[in-house]
């Protein structure tokens, strides 16, 4: 009797680090898509996972910016856009959107650098124009080369994403 309460003791101690291993695997593998929504322009979900693109910041959704002309635009909408035809681009070519976790932010959403194949989509959205640098020097020169070449956000005047929250929760605050 004792031999068989020894024995199962043991498995459920290989049980739970087979479980501890599988999810720390998780945690750091990268992941291949079935399911993919995009949200905005540094945000997506991936089989119902949130990710937050890891290093940029693009305006929110409902953001509007101003073009050359100074005419308004929904540039948190062209955002999204762009991602998403970064993303159908790949998918037209058979690729798969792979996301290498960085990290978990404040939301517990992946912070996740990006790639459809060989684009990577974080460095993509900045270089383009369609998002800053955020929190990470990592795409700071390609920034400043985008607002050189006025390319996206940078051919007019724009909030950077970052200011435009803490307006809106302020507004919000004001409200109640």
């Not at 996972?49 to 305006?59: K, S």
Request: proline residues 1%.
């Amino acid at each position: 009797m004792k031999n068989i309460l020894d024995i199962m003791t043991n498995m459920k101690k290989i049980i739970a680090l087979v479980i501890a291993l599988v999810l720390a695997e998780v945690a750091n593998r990268t992941v291949a898509q079935s399911t993919i929504k995009i949200v905005d322009g540094d945000s997506l979900e991936l089989n119902n996972r949130r990710i937050r693109l890891f290093g940029i910041d693009a305006p929110e959704y409902m953001q509007s910016c101003e073009d050359s002309k100074g005419k308004s635009y929904m540039c948190g909408q062209s955002a999204r856009a762009f991602l998403l035809d970064l993303i159908e681009d790949g998918h037209e070519k058979g690729e798969k959107l792979k996301c290498s976790v960085e990290g978990i932010d404040q939301y517990k959403r992946s912070l996740s650098i990006c790639r459809m194949g060989k684009v990577e989509l974080n460095l993509e959205m900045v270089k383009s124009g369609y998002a800053v640098s955020y929190k990470s020097d990592m795409y700071k020169d390609l920034e400043k080369r985008a607002k050189q070449s006025k390319k996206g956000i940078w051919q007019g005047k724009f909030m950077r994403p970052e200011l435009y929250r803490a307006l809106e929760r302020t507004k919000e605050k004001e409200k109640n």
